[in-house]
């Protein structure tokens, strides 16, 4: 269900700016290696089964209608649907360093993007533009 129907944002959500379907603003926060340390970067990468644990527990979480994670050694980053952006990204943040073993971990290195900025973000990843290495051959 969609905000629009009162599904898992509920029936009153605020409005927002920006790109939205159905009430719902792409959003996300991660790390990387220009924002984290490596040894950050490390103890917050998973491999699948952590991921699809994690992925699991967070698209249970109120407000949250779509998740996704991208995790590499140099970067993990969630994206989501909310019609509730900031508390969503909040709840995602706060579950990622639970469920890493890391809860007092600052989420100083953590960056957020909203709207366009997060998309253009998650494409600039998906054409090899945002990588830490060097242009492969």
């Not at 590499?72 to 900031?86: K, Q, V």
């Amino acid at each position: 269900h969609g905000a629009a129907e009162g599904g898992r944002c509920g029936p009153h959500c605020p409005a927002r700016t920006g790109i939205e379907v159905a009430g719902l603003e792409i959003a996300l926060v991660g790390i990387n290696h220009r924002t984290a340390p490596v040894e950050v970067r490390e103890r917050l990468a998973m491999d699948a089964a952590a991921a699809d644990a994690y992925l699991r527990a967070v698209h249970r979480l109120n407000g949250i209608a779509e998740v996704m994670l991208i995790s590499t050694c140099n970067r993990t980053e969630i994206y989501l649907a909310s019609c509730s952006p900031d508390l969503a990204l909040d709840a995602a943040a706060a579950h990622l360093l639970r469920s890493r073993g890391v809860e007092g971990m600052s989420q100083g290195a953590f960056y957020r993007r909203r709207g366009g900025d997060a998309i253009a973000s998650l494409f600039r990843i998906a054409c090899g533009a945002d990588r830490c290495c060097g242009s492969r051959r």
